[in-house]
Each structure stands twice: as C-alpha cells, then as structure tokens.
C-alpha cells in the first residue's frame, strides 16, 4: 500500500472512532437526561429581557404531595420551584451550562436516590461520614423527599453588573418555567434559588437584590472571600428586612478553598442574629463529591423549606 494511501486510511479510521465516541457519549447523555422515572426532562430556549439563552426543566413525573383541598381535581398538581446556577466551568458553552447540574452534578441520580431512600454510598471516598449518612436516613424515614421542580439555566461568566443576568432570570426564565412545570404562579412561598462555587455567588447577589421573590436561597460551596464575609451578612440582614424572614443554607465541605469565607459567613449571620443553615461535610471542591454527598444535601434542605 502507498504511504499516502495509508496515512489516508488511518485518517480516516481515526476519525470514524473519533465520531463514533462522540456519539456514544451524546447517547450516553441523551440516555442520562431522558431515562429517569423520576423528572421530565425538557430542554427550553428562553428569549426575553434582551437576552436568548439555554435552560433544562425538570418536572416531577408523579405528584410530590396531594393537590390542596381548594385545588379543582381536574388541575395538575401545582409544586414549589427550584432555580440552581452552575458553576465557572460550564459558563462558556450554553448546552454545557443548562445541563450541569443533570449531567455532571449529579442532579437527577441525587433526586432519584433521595426519593427511594435510605441512601447508601455509591463512592468509595469518605465524603459520607456514618454519623451524618445515618442523620439524613433517619430524616428520610420520619418525612419523605416530597420534591419540586428544578430549573437549570445557563450562566455566563458574569462581567461587570449582574443586573442584566438577573433580568432575564426573573423576567423570562422563571415565568417560562412556572409555564412549562405548573408551579404556582407569582408566589415567593414557592420559588427557591440557590447555585453551586460561582454560581453560589451569582445567585447570592440576586436573591440580594430580589429577596422579596423567593422563599430561600442556598449556596453550595459558594465562591466568596473571607474578607466578604460582613458585608454579605450585613446585605442579607438588611434584604431580610425587607423581604421578611428567608431561609438561608451554606454549604462547604472540609476540603473546600471556599469553607473559611462560607463558615465566616454563617458566624456573622449568627451574631446578628439571622438565621441560617450551615452543613460542612467532608471532601473536596469538586463535582465527585457534588454527584456523591453534595447535591443530595442541598435537595434535601430545600425539600425541607
């Protein structure tokens, strides 16, 4: 065979395996989003407030919890709202972004476990320590995971004011996903924010700003400084203020860069009297831990509100 010839043939070979592993992994994904009994996966293009981005809706399949005496039989049952941003690595790619949390965050896997609990280790790392694997059990067998619709949009990386972001979220994204889902229309009782490292920050500074829309905002390994840590509580005592009494949820993990800045914000929240969630579990910033021990927490303290 000529050497061209040959080069060629490799080439060409390379590239079919290249493109048969490409595929394979977007089935994988396809597969990993659709193939929950648990949620209705259904990925949206939103347009509004000057801005067109990606977001992947997750809709409970089965009623969470029995529709409310006042509610028509023949009206679907109406579930709270939950919004979660992402973090800094998925902000350049929109489809990357929308489906961080379903694909890399363990978010389908932690609402499917929590809702056929107890839950049982599925990592080898000691992110579950037996006494707090032990709490979450016990707390799943005293009241179930009832669950609510989860909206995932994408987040790019924020550069300068966050003000046109959040415009889009609460103008466009969320209605769009009440629309979509069924959750109860213009309620703060029922609509929750929260995000994980940089999107743990960007949701901060919204909910700062736009407190009296939602019901609770959790961060998850939130991605601020320790010297932050007064300013932040002194926001969030003065949008409570406001707003009237929110829930607030800090999650670290003993391996995170982000634990100190997190636990000095619990502690300044806490001296101005503000009351406020912590969980500092073990394991590092990363999402491993995130699919493993992270994702599950965080659900279950929304689930909780």
């Known amino acids: 065979m000529p050497p061209n010839a040959y080069l060629l043939g490799r080439r060409r070979f390379t590239r079919a395996l290249l493109g048969a592993a490409i595929a394979a992994r977007m089935a994988d994904a396809t597969r990993a989003l659709a193939g929950d009994p648990e949620l209705d996966a259904r990925e949206l293009t939103v347009e509004g407030a000057g801005a067109r981005h990606r977001m992947t809706l997750f809709v409970p399949r089965q009623p969470t919890s029995p529709p409310a005496a006042s509610v028509p039989p023949h009206l679907p049952v109406r579930v709270p709202l939950l919004v979660l941003l992402h973090g800094l690595g998925e902000t350049t790619d929109e489809q990357l972004g929308a489906r961080a949390w379903s694909d890399r965050y363990g978010l389908v896997t932690a609402y499917e ?42 987040m790019p990386q924020p550069r300068g004011s966050i003000d046109a972001y959040a415009r889009w979220l609460i103008e466009a994204a969320i209605p769009r996903a009440r629309l979509e889902a069924g959750a109860r229309l213009d309620d703060p009782r029922e609509t929750m924010l929260g995000g994980c490292s940089l999107g743990g920050y960007v949701s901060l500074e919204i909910f700062l700003r736009h407190a009296d829309l ?30 009237g009494a929110r829930d607030i949820l800090l999650e670290t993990s003993d391996g995170d860069p982000f634990r100190k800045a997190n636990v000095a914000l619990a502690a300044a929240l806490e001296s101005r009297g503000v009351a406020r969630g912590v969980s500092v579990l073990s394991g590092p910033h990363d999402q491993p831990w995130l699919r493993e021990a992270g994702t599950i927490e965080a659900l279950l303290w929304f689930d909780r509100r």
């Open 214 to 243: 939602f019901r609770a905002w959790g961060g998850v390994q939130t991605a601020i400084s320790e010297a932050s840590a007064a300013s932040y509580a002194a926001r969030i005592e003065g949008a409570i203020a406001k707003s």
């Open 113 to 154: 476990r929590l809702r056929h609990a107890p839950i049982a280790r599925t990592s080898t790392r000691a992110d579950w320590t037996d006494a707090r694997l032990a709490e979450v059990n016990a707390s799943l067998a005293a009241h179930p995971f009832r669950g609510f619709v989860v909206a995932c949009p994408f």
